[in-house]
């Protein structure tokens, strides 16, 4: 097993709101995520999720336990820019994160601010747009492009950064089917041609289902890890923190209610289809 890159321990987090009270957003969470994982986490609105995702680059501190990035304590502010570099995040909304009038300039920002040498960062924004496939695309404005094309600009702008782990914090919330397949190829594809790990913030069952590594979070503790195949055969499980399950799982387990002998692990269309072509054919 590879070392963690991101490690929490105990890790808890509230805030005071305007009436003055201080609700818990996260009631201890120990969470290992591997270099090179590929990791979805689960979770409804108010599961605490996102607020777990910002404490992944010290976007926010703990307001009890530990949060460590390859090692480093986020807590230390002498080792902000370091976080920061190992660990970058991509929002939901891409037009918050697009700060340029042309598109190569905006992935060419954060490293210039890193102060990078200009030849290396001409060729990290050529390798970074060549690999969410906006290569074409470098001279044109952000502001014409698609939802989906914003947001791989978005994620452009932080491989420019060289990040060894990109936590997205529901990147395809505001996208259509389209744009949504689009960015989680992309980074499906960085993970497993460049080895980046990449941590994923969803409500989607489909994206989550594509994962190596699922976590689910309820009411800002986790309540189940593993991978897909496995957390999703607790059909019940999920149903009580208030989750569904994707659409092949649901058919197979109402068919185990009604006494069929299905497997409840044929995760994608191809095996549901071939489940059913067995049961069918005995």
Not at 45 to 67: E, Q
Not at 173 to 181: E, F, S, W
Request: hydrophobic residues 40%; negative net charge.
């Amino acid at each position: 097993m590879n070392d963690p890159i991101i490690k929490t321990e105990d890790l808890r987090f509230s805030y005071t709101n305007a009436e003055g009270e201080s609700p818990v957003v996260l009631g201890g969470v120990d969470l290992q995520i591997e270099k090179g994982s590929f990791v979805a986490v689960l979770g409804h609105n108010g599961s605490g999720k996102s607020t777990l995702a910002k404490h992944m680059n010290a976007i926010l501190l703990p307001s009890g336990g530990k949060v460590y990035v390859s090692g480093t304590d986020t807590a230390d502010e002498e080792k902000l820019l370091d976080i920061r570099r190992t660990v970058g995040m991509v929002f939901q909304n891409p037009d918050n994160q697009i700060v340029a009038n042309v598109v190569e300039e905006d992935v060419a920002f954060a490293p210039e601010n890193l102060g990078v040498a200009p030849e290396e960062i001409r060729r990290r924004v050529d390798e970074a747009l060549q690999a969410v496939g906006m290569y074409e695309y470098r001279e044109h404005a952000p502001h014409l492009l698609s939802g989906g094309q914003k947001q791989r600009i978005a994620i452009a702008g932080v491989i420019a950064m060289e990040p060894e782990c990109i936590v997205l914090d529901e990147p395809t919330a505001m996208l259509d089917p389209v744009g949504r397949a689009d960015v989680l190829r992309t980074v499906k594809q960085l993970n497993r041609t460049k080895g980046v790990t990449v941590v994923i913030i969803t409500h989607h069952m489909d994206e989550a289902a594509q994962a190596d590594r699922l976590v689910v979070m309820a009411k800002g503790k986790v309540v189940a890890d593993g991978t897909p195949k496995e957390v999703f055969q607790d059909v019940e499980g999920l149903k009580a923190v208030g989750l569904t399950v994707p659409d092949t799982t649901e058919l197979l387990w109402q068919l185990r209610q009604a006494g069929q002998d299905v497997p409840l692990d044929a995760l994608s269309d191809e095996e549901c289809a071939r489940a059913l072509y067995d049961l069918l054919n005995n």
